[in-house]
């Protein structure tokens, strides 16, 4: 808690985000792919569309690589992609996979720049442009 402090400038601000986006990139990468988690467990409809989606295009290349004859019509890979595209993009349309990203975009950014900004780099940065003998 001894690091943490509010910058004196936007000067000051900018050097921080600049050194500890480098120095916690490792942490910040975690934090948003638990945000990005979070985001499709708590969106149950996003989840439910993206597994139609991706489950269809497995099953249609796994199962029906050749077209099949059902009485008088043959039913082409090409028609299946065209009903689940009909299908699922309008479910995958109303489970608000934008608002879902932006919400993505705006938490991780208010944690990581803010957690930059306050954290005073350590004594370790103040030595980085020292060159060893």
Not at 23 to 49: D, K, M, Q, R
């Amino acid at each position: 808690m001894q690091r943490v402090s509010k910058p004196a400038d936007m000067t000051v601000a900018t050097q921080r985000i600049t050194y500890n986006t480098r120095h916690f990139s490792g942490n910040y990468i975690v934090i948003v792919g638990v945000l990005a988690l979070y985001s499709l467990l708590t969106n149950p409809l996003l989840l439910i569309a993206i597994a139609f989606i991706v489950g269809g295009f497995t099953a249609i290349n796994r199962f029906i690589p050749e077209p099949v004859q059902m009485g008088d019509q043959t039913i082409t890979q090409k028609h299946l992609y065209t009903g689940l595209f009909v299908i699922g993009l309008p479910i995958l349309w109303f489970a608000a996979p934008i608002a879902t990203f932006f919400w993505l975009v705006g938490s991780s950014s208010v944690l990581i720049l803010g957690h930059a900004a306050l954290v005073e780099p350590g004594v370790e940065s103040e030595y980085g442009t020292v060159e060893s003998v």
